[in-house]
């Protein structure tokens, strides 16, 4: 499976965005996630899905502000970002796994992402 992320800006603090995460193929056996990096830091996970059972997992740095879910239909994968803030500002990526969970995928070795990402840049 191919993946093609979109869907960043420039906001304000407090504003809201969502990511897009589209697939080529069947995802059926995938976990996808998205990752993060900020500019001098390494990269981060931020949240999971799995695309059978849809269970999801997430970042603390995240919990409660993000959703992440699945358009079926449309093989693509929403990161819902809510109540942004200064530091949630990172050019943010993609990744699908198969065969693992979506917790799993918060841990070690990271998904490689595809494609460029999407740039977040958040204003105070």
Known sequence: ???????????QAGDSLRLSCAASGRPSSYTMGWF???????????AAINWNSGITYYADSVKGRFTISRDIPNITVHLQMNDL???????YCCAAKRFTTAQAMAG?????CWGQGTQVTVSS
């Open 36 to 46: 993060r990096q900020a500019q001098g830091k390494e990269r981060e996970f931020v």
């Open 1 to 11: 499976v191919q993946l093609q992320a979109s869907g960043g800006g420039l906001v």
């Open 108 to 112: 070690p070795p990271q998904s490689d």
């Open 85 to 91: 803030k200064p530091e949630d500002t990172a050019l």
